[in-house]
């Protein structure tokens, strides 16, 4: 019903005002702020995902053509785990930090207090559309916000999905979703939030962070970029080439802001890694990948068109060495290898977001890293090798948002770690704690006794006054006791 | 127009050179950030006198307010920052569940390349260097813009870091809004701004077109709560306070000043007695001449302040002080009993010696007042009275909030330094400071031996299983499994 409704009255600028007004009444009223709605408004997300499971299937495989594999893994069960880790951290989240104080503001005791930010808005992407529309939204939650989420309109039935289900599980008071497209974000940006986080591309990141200026409000971008994966020889490289092929084909086909954008490996050891590579691709998706079920599809048209182009530029048609093979009417296009591609062609040149994997060769894979410095700074970098000394080196000189060592994408799952990214690639972070953090005011208090006023502090200001300063703020204990006598 | 465009080509050219000493790796190295920080260091043993001169011809400064809140509080922060620097840049390990075999996790913290920190006039040389500590511990060159409104502080420290610090990775570059615009259209990796909010929106507004992280150290109005205090003691200590965190600070033109004052109407009068008393002891009877109180930084902001009192309303409520003298640019600590709250001085960050009361029927009232503008940079409370302290904690939101005294937590070191909503966003000090100049790059290794088979399509149920007891470490399903033990569970329901 609220379907038709949404039909019937565009959603502009004054439903936008409203709907924020609306929230902030509701954060006004404290509802929010609550261990007890928090937990409860988590264990909505919970039980949600369990008993909807096969509807978030379905709705994955109608937007994507994902695997039911994929979508139970790496959308289902990481929300899952999202909101359990928060459900079981959350009151620890909760508890002010104490900290420290120092001789220059004795006698006194402090700590963070950790406050929610207010109303908040979510936008989320379209290769993981249940994941990441809901992700942000614990984080939020568990810092006790109000919360807007627009879904991608690029994978509707996720987004009509969550809509339906937001609505009939969480507090609708505080916990809204609007669909739509460019008009409805637009709207939604030209309103005042207390904070804005986005997942997408840096197109749309600048236009997101050009309307939070506006408001001075703070942001998440979580974006892409390129993310290079380097192959040293010596190494196994079986294992390196499955978890390369589970990382980027494995991965909504390609279409994941961590997959492996493109490879960089020595001159010498290329043509056995595009064997190795041939033989475990067709282990996975057999030979006729075009029918393999455990592919996603290419999203759309737009996206089908955008990558066939990069495929078919005379600078790089000759280099296909695996694949090449696409389907319309599917909007499949088969697991493709490009080798020794020109540094200056369309594909090297932007974030490919598919099933195309281009290999750069170089003489010695020292090169490799000023490669990937000379571009804007990537959300994930990769290196497989044994050698100790390149390892440090990688990890001590290539900025990305994340590294990994000898494997692909898996710093993703882990709680512990903050997941963003660097320069082009986003502003922010999030997951386990640090998804609670962003969506935080971290504020700091003080506490004074009315005791132990110094007379120094006031005016009128005079010399043995600043003698005395000198030595208290410089902290040594006879510095202090000579200017308490009158010497220095 | 050939000038502006070869000054344009100039600035880049001087950028371009600085991102290339970045690129070469030398600010990474513990031993540079260490030089730095001790260049820094010397900077402001050596130099002591002439930034005492500087400050006193900018803005009227007394020696011993520019120690205390400029060049003392930026020696405790090198110290600290030196004191930390190994800690902070070795990272921090992560936590992997068991499961994760032969995995390690960390977060290492890198520079983030080339940054720019404008200042502003107020604390000319703190709020400089507050900042470039930071950017220096991180490991970034820096270009520092310091503000044209305080001009023989921004010579000095044109003419001083070049001579103290590693001059090819930190520069300074004066001037004014012309060359303060030119600067935010370059490509930054990071914007550390104090000023304005209103000139907080250009710089993100700039920022926002390279994508570039800021940190913005705004202002706003930051209220004084006094309770009806019962101990005379105490009242004592909570007007020397109050009095000497809005007068003593250079002249009430500090962020986090005492703006404005809120009291119970009951107390009020007992309140602006005692204030007088203490007003003529910190200031004597002519303030001018005491030598305690800066003066207006320059005629525009002079101006402006006069304005504020001329209001027949606002100027019939002040209850103390109220000369003016254009020529020094001096303002006397004047202070005001219940101006109308439509006034610009209710309005607007005063920013300068006018402290107006706002009288109240309760004291819990102050919590709606106060909620109802702006959030500010800081509260301060003068209470005793532990539910309204809890309350106010929980039901007002600013930067930072302090009890029973004001502006100290700008000395803590382990305390965050920052805004919210209009007061900024973004926060420095202490650690903080290293934290904001970094990037918290996440590091996972993992070895070739150990790998699941069942990570690999072609998929199938068995498989599914599998990963569902391992996302739930549930490392007795995935033996059970493994050796088929287990059947597989296709249900919908939670597991």
Redesign the interface.
């Known amino acids: 019903m609220a379907g038709e409704d949404k039909k019937q009255q565009p959603f502009d600028s004054k439903a936008a005002s409203s709907l924020v007004a609306e929230l902030r009444g509701a954060f006004a009223s404290g509802t929010t ?1 609550s261990y007890q709605w928090r937990e409860s408004q988590l264990r909505g997300l ?2 949600m995902t ?5 509807d978030i299937v379905a709705a994955l495989r109608s937007d994507l053509g994902k ?3 994929e979508s ?2 790496y959308e289902a ?2 929300l ?2 999202s909101c359990k880790f928060a459900l079981k951290e959350l009151q620890r989240w909760m508890m002010p930090e104490k ?4 001789l ?2 004795f006698p ?1 005791s ?1 700590e ?2 950790s ?1 929610p ?1 207010g109303v908040v808005l979510i936008i989320s992407a379209w290769n993981y559309p249940y994941l990441l529309s809901l992700d942000p939204v614990v984080g939020a939650i568990a810092a006790g916000n109000a919360v807007v989420l627009k879904p991608s309109e690029i994978a509707p039935a996720t987004s009509a999905l969550l809509a339906k289900l937001l609505g009939e599980y969480m507090d609708s008071s505080s916990i809204r979703v609007v669909e739509g497209a460019v008009p409805e974000t637009t709207a939604l940006l030209e309103q005042k939030w ?1 904070k804005i986080f986005y997942t997408g591309n ?1 197109r749309v ?2 236009i997101v ?2 309307a ?3 408001h ?1 409000t ?1 942001v998440v ?1 979580e ?1 892409g970029g390129k993310s290079p994966v380097v192959v040293d020889s010596g ?2 490289l079986q ?2 080439c ?2 390369i ?2 990382g980027k084909w ?1 991965n909504n086909n390609g279409q994941a802001c961590i997959a492996s954008d493109y490879i960089i490996t020595t001159k010498d050891l290329a043509p056995k890694l595009v064997d190795v590579l041939k033989n475990e691709l067709e282990t ?3 030979k006729n990948p075009l029918e ?1 079920k ?1 592919l996603s599809r290419i999203v759309n048209s737009d996206h089908f068109t955008r990558l066939t182009k990069l495929l078919d530029e005379d600078k790089v048609s000759k280099k296909v060495v695996y694949g090449g093979e696409r389907d319309p009417t599917k909007l499949q296009i088969a697991p493709t290898i490009l080798l020794d591609v020109p540094r200056d062609s369309l594909i090297m040149n932007e974030e490919i977001f598919g099933p195309l994997l281009p290999i750069l060769t170089v003489d010695k894979l020292e090169e490799s890293f000023d490669i990937i ?1 000379s571009g804007a700074k990537p959300l994930a970098a990769y290196i497989f090798t ?1 050698d100790k000394k390149l ?1 440090e080196h990688f ?3 290539v ?9 692909t994408t ?2 993703l799952a ?1 709680h ?4 963003g990214g ?3 690639s ?4 999030y997951h386990g704690k640090f998804s609670f953090d962003a969506f935080s ?10 005791m132990g ?1 110094a007379a ?8 043995g ?2 003698r005395l ?2 030595a ?4 040594s204990i006879l510095g202090i006791l000579r200017a308490l006598f009158g010497r220095s | 127009m050939e000038e502006e465009t070869e000054a344009l080509e100039e600035m880049e050219r001087e950028l371009e050179e600085m991102r290339e000493c970045y ?1 070469s ?1 030398r600010t ?1 190295e513990a031993s540079w950030r260490k030089s730095q920080l001790k260049g820094l260091l010397r900077l402001l043993r050596e130099r002591e006198e002439e930034i005492f001169r500087a400050l006193h011809q900018d803005l009227g400064k ?4 520019a ?2 809140d400029e060049i ?2 930026l ?2 922060s090198v ?1 600290y920052a030196l004191d930390g620097l190994k800690r902070w840049m070795s990272g921090n390990k ?3 569940p068991r499961i ?1 075999l032969l ?1 390690t ?1 960390k ?2 913290p ?1 520079p ?2 080339l940054v720019l920190v404008i200042s502003s006039w107020n604390f000319p040389i703190g709020l400089s260097l507050e900042p470039l500590i930071g950017a220096l511990a991180a490991g970034n060159a820096v270009v520092l813009k310091p503000s044209e409104l305080a001009p023989e502080c921004s010579s000095l420290l044109a003419n001083a870091i070049p001579y103290y610090l590693d001059d090819k990775a930190v520069k300074v570059i004066q001037g004014g809004p012309g060359i303060g615009e030119r600067l935010l259209h370059k490509k930054w ?1 990071k914007i550390f701004f104090t000023g304005s ?1 209103r000139i ?2 250009k710089v ?2 700039a ?3 390279h ?1 570039t ?1 800021v940190t ?1 150290e ?1 202002g706003g109005k930051c209220p004084a709560v006094i309770d009806t205090l019962s ?1 005379s ?2 009242r004592k ?2 007007v ?2 109050v009095l ?1 965190a809005k ?2 600070f250079s002249a009430g033109q500090a962020c986090i000043g005492v703006d404005y004052v809120l009291v119970e109407k009951k107390f009020s009068s007992a309140l602006v007695e005692l204030m007088k008393v203490v007003m003529k002891k ?3 009877e002519s303030p001018r001449e ?4 800066a003066r207006i930084v320059n005629k525009h902001h002079f101006l402006r302040l006069r304005s504020l009192l001329l209001d027949p309303l606002v100027k019939s409520s002040i209850v103390y002080g109220g000369s003016m003298d254009e020529e020094s640019l001096f303002i006397e600590p004047t202070i005001l009993m219940d101006p109308p709250l439509q006034a610009a001085i209710m309005m607007d960050e005063i920013f300068g010696p006018l402290l107006p009361i706002v009288t109240l029927n309760k004291i819990e009232d102050s919590i709606e007042f106060i909620n109802s503008r702006p959030k500010p940079l800081a509260i301060y409370v003068f209470t005793k009275d532990e539910p309204l302290r809890r309350s106010m ?2 039901k007002t ?9 004001a502006i ?2 700008y ?7 920052g805004g ?3 007061s ?4 420095y000090h202490g650690k903080f400071s290293f934290d904001t100049f970094s ?10 031996l150990v ?1 699941f088979w069942f ?5 199938n149920d068995h ?2 299983q599998l ?2 007891s391992s ?1 739930h470490y549930d490392y007795l399903g995935i033996v059970l499994t493994v050796l088929g033990l287990k059947r597989t569970n296709r249900a ?4």
Not at chain 2, 424 to 427: E, K, N, Q, T, V
Not at chain 2, 492 to 495: F, L, P, T
């Open positions: 702020r919970l039980r369990d008993e909807h499971e096969q695997p039911e594999l139970v893994l069960a990481m899952r785990n900290v420290k104080t120092s220059t503001t006194s402090a963070i207090v406050e930010l207390d840096g990141g600048r962070m050009a939070a200026a506006k001075l703070p971008l974006l190494i196994n294992i390196a499955r978890r092929i589970v494995g996975f998706y057999g393999s455990d410095n044994n390892k990890v001590n000189n900025s990305a948002g994340g590294l990994v060592v000898n494997d898996v710093h882990v512990a770690l903050p997941f660097v320069g082009e986003g502003i922010g972070a005011h971290k504020k700091a208090v003080v506490y004074r006794s009315f006023d120094i502090r006031y005016p009128p200001y005079t010399n006054k600043l300063m000198k208290l703020l410089g902290g | 690129r790796g990474m007394h020696p011993a307010e120690y205390r003392g509080s020696i405790k110290n992560a936590k992997l994760a995995t996790a977060i290492l890198e983030l390349g990796d909010a907080g929106r993100i507004a920022a926002a077109e994508l992280p913005l705004l101990s003691f105490d200590v909570a020397q306070r000497g007068f003593s910190m200031f004597g005491s030598q305690s109180v904690v929980s939101s600013s930067g930072s909030i302090v009890f029973n005294d100290i937590q000395l803590a070191d382990t305390l965050p330094f919210i909503g209009e900024g966003m973004g926060r990037h918290q790059k996440a590091v996972v290794r993992r070895s070739f790998d990570r690999f399509p072609p998929w498989k599914l990963f569902r996302y919908s329901k939670g597991i």
